[in-house]
């Protein structure tokens, strides 16, 4: 089983590697540029880095890092924040499947794909052109396993039967300019996503730290779920964890993120992801005025949520 599983791993990083080939000729600059509604999405190589990003037309200079790889090493995953949001396999090791809103250069997706052979991995993103991106320039190739539905995250997760239950659920969407939808930070999204998360289940949020509603969001992701973690990423991102399995603590959860990087032979530090994982006080302390946040609802956005993203 276990060389069976290696067999097919290694045909799958050669068949990555062939799609990635016409890219490796490629010279440093512009390698895909295309207008995509209130955005560019442009990718770009320097030397064996590929970056994707969302350019708003409103300010060209303005635009979030959707996505970066290294092209000598497709299956690392270079931004640490997307090492934090592996620490799902922490509180589900074998998922039978997984549901990702939003899919940038599908570094994750493609990154589970390869090591989890025989999980289910659906996808849904509202920009094709990013999509179009990831499968021409980042190796990704859509199969029986991994999935992408054109389509709002929270509208794909509405219109599943009530029957289908994942085991993961993470939410990685921003536009350009760092704009978190609202409907996807909300009491009533996590409830729906409750209503599919199996027993155990795990879902995970990437937020920008610059968020001026971050508490809020924060405090919002608490009021659902019975163990919340927080892992940051310097002063940028924060991956939020949360789960209604039994709570884990500090220890535990660096021991079994010890037991999957020695299991999946990571080429990053899962390890030291969970050594940064904040819950409980050090999680309280580590977010200003998280006393004072309130819930967030989808009818009642707080004053300034939309304004504070205009240019």
Request: hydrophobic residues 40%; aromatic residues 10%.
């Given at each position: 089983?276990?060389?069976?599983?290696?067999?097919?791993?290694?045909?799958?990083?050669?068949a990555?590697?062939?799609?990635?080939?016409?890219?490796?000729q490629?010279?440093?600059?512009?390698?895909?540029?295309?207008?995509?509604?209130?955005?560019?999405v442009?990718?770009?190589?320097?030397?064996?880095?590929?970056?994707?990003?969302?350019?708003?037309?409103?300010?060209?200079?303005?635009?979030?890092?959707?996505?970066?790889?290294?092209?000598?090493?497709?299956?690392?995953?270079?931004?640490?924040?997307?090492?934090?949001?592996?620490?799902?396999?922490?509180?589900?090791s074998?998922?039978?499947?997984?549901?990702?809103a939003?899919?940038g250069?599908g570094?994750?997706?493609?990154v589970?794909?390869?090591?989890?052979?025989?999980t289910?991995?659906?996808?849904?993103?509202?920009?094709?052109?990013?999509?179009?991106?990831?499968?021409?320039?980042?190796?990704?190739?859509?199969?029986?396993?991994?999935?992408?539905?054109?389509?709002?995250g929270?509208?794909?997760?509405?219109?599943?039967?009530?029957?289908?239950?994942?085991?993961?659920?993470m939410?990685?969407?921003?536009?350009?300019?760092?704009?978190?939808?609202?409907?996807?930070?909300?009491?009533?999204?996590?409830?729906?996503c409750?209503?599919?998360?199996?027993?155990?289940?795990v879902?995970?949020?990437?937020?920008?730290?610059r968020?001026?509603?971050?508490?809020?969001k924060?405090?919002?992701?608490?009021?659902?779920?019975?163990?919340?973690?927080?892992c940051?990423?310097?002063?940028?991102?924060?991956?939020?964890?949360?789960s209604?399995?039994?709570?884990?603590?500090?220890?535990?959860?660096v021991?079994?993120?010890?037991?999957?990087?020695?299991?999946h032979?990571?080429?990053?530090?899962?390890t030291?992801?969970?050594l940064?994982?904040?819950l409980?006080?050090?999680?309280?302390?580590?977010?200003?005025?998280?006393?004072?946040?309130?819930?967030?609802f989808?009818?009642?956005?707080?004053?300034g949520?939309?304004?504070?993203?205009?240019?």
């Amino acid at each position: 089983m276990i060389d069976d599983r290696k067999n097919w791993q290694n045909m799958n990083l050669a068949a990555i590697e062939q799609r990635l080939a016409w890219v490796q000729q490629q010279p440093d600059g512009m390698i895909f540029c295309k207008d995509s509604g209130v955005h560019y999405v442009a990718v770009k190589k320097d030397r064996s880095r590929i970056k994707l990003s969302l350019v708003e037309k409103v300010n060209l200079y303005t635009d979030l890092l959707q996505s970066v790889f290294d092209l000598n090493n497709p299956l690392h995953l270079v931004s640490e924040y997307t090492q934090a949001m592996m620490l799902a396999l922490v509180w589900q090791s074998q998922p039978q499947r997984i549901y990702i809103a939003g899919f940038g250069g599908g570094r994750i997706p493609l990154v589970l794909h390869h090591y989890l052979p025989e999980t289910l991995i659906e996808c849904a993103d509202v920009d094709p052109i990013a999509i179009e991106a990831a499968t021409q320039c980042f190796g990704v190739k859509l199969d029986s396993r991994l999935t992408v539905a054109i389509q709002d995250g929270r509208e794909y997760l509405e219109q599943q039967k009530p029957d289908v239950l994942y085991d993961i659920i993470m939410t990685d969407v921003f536009f350009g300019n760092g704009y978190f939808p609202h409907r996807l930070a909300t009491k009533e999204f996590y409830e729906l996503c409750q209503k599919h998360l199996s027993s155990a289940g795990v879902v995970l949020v990437n937020l920008l730290q610059r968020d001026e509603f971050y508490a809020e969001k924060i405090t919002t992701f608490q009021s659902a779920f019975s163990q919340v973690c927080v892992c940051p990423w310097k002063n940028i991102n924060s991956v939020l964890i949360g789960s209604n399995s039994p709570i884990l603590d500090n220890n535990e959860i660096v021991s079994r993120a010890a037991s999957l990087q020695n299991y999946h032979q990571f080429s990053f530090a899962l390890t030291d992801r969970a050594l940064e994982v904040k819950l409980g006080t050090a999680l309280a302390e580590s977010v200003r005025n998280l006393d004072q946040a309130q819930v967030l609802f989808d009818d009642s956005p707080p004053a300034g949520y939309f304004d504070c993203w205009l240019f």
